[in-house]
């Protein structure tokens, strides 16, 4: 079956770091992916997606480009705020009437 | 405008009582979702429907009844409820299944 797989966190950042948070899938035929963010108390939102190969998925200066030789969706940031601080969800769907499956959340915390 | 509402938002009970959560789109989105998190954020789809008709059922106690009276609502009821039943609750809407989905803001069923 599908699946996703994220490190686990939680991940600590002092500001204006560097980040990256790793996920790589395992799908039959060719998943669209995403990234969902969740900020304390509140429900997911979508961050980003790409739907086919060597797209790039982009937005608020996160990134994600989507390799089908690596099968992986890894999220970068070049400078994290405390803002940024939330649990990421990597995600794949196959389409139809497929679930969306998600991976297991990363929690990032950023410090002033 | 709220895209995905959900009522109530927290809901404490009493093991062995029955439950009620709503959930109601303004998207006109054919498919909606409920999604169980647990306390370390792990998100477990629990069934899905697609303009009414229930597409996905994952392996949830029977206790659990979704009942989708038309396309915008979704709503989930829960009987005799047990300790392990306290989690998150999230409704959520996409147009077609599979796609991006938009989450409602969760309901905190805590079972005392």
């Known amino acids: 079956g599908d699946s996703v797989t994220q490190m686990e966190g939680p991940v600590t950042l002092s500001e204006e770091a560097f980040l990256t948070i790793n996920c790589t899938y395992t799908?039959?035929?060719?998943?669209?992916l995403f990234w969902y963010v969740q900020y304390p108390g509140e429900g997911l939102q979508l961050l980003l997606k790409?739907?086919?190969?060597?797209d790039k998925g982009s937005n608020k200066g996160f990134e994600a480009t989507y390799r089908k030789e690596t099968t992986s969706f890894h999220l970068e940031k070049g400078s994290v705020q405390v803002s940024d601080s939330a649990v990421y969800f990597c995600?794949?769907?196959?389409?139809?009437?497929?679930?969306?499956?998600f991976g297991i959340g990363t929690k990032l915390q950023v410090i002033p | 405008d709220t895209a995905v509402s959900q009522t109530p938002k927290y809901l404490v009970t009493q093991m062995g009582n029955d439950k009620s959560i709503k959930c109601e789109q303004n998207?006109?989105?054919?498919?909606m979702y409920w999604y169980k998190q647990d306390s370390k954020k792990f998100l477990k789809i629990m069934f899905s429907?697609?303009?009414?008709?229930?597409?996905i059922n994952e392996t949830v106690p029977n206790r659990f009844s979704p009942k989708s009276p038309d396309k915008a609502h979704l709503n989930l009821h829960i009987n005799s409820l047990e300790l392990g039943d306290s989690a998150v609750y999230f409704c959520?809407?996409?147009?077609?299944?599979?796609?991006?989905?938009?989450f409602g803001p969760g309901t905190r069923l805590t079972v005392l």
């Open positions: 998207l006109g989105h054919d498919t």
């Open positions: 959520a809407s996409s147009q077609d299944s599979g796609n991006t989905q938009y």
């Open positions: 799908a039959t035929g060719y998943p669209s």
């Open positions: 995600a794949l769907s196959t389409g139809g009437y497929q679930k969306v499956t």
């Open positions: 429907y697609n303009n009414k008709e229930l597409i």
């Open positions: 790409a739907t086919k190969a060597d």
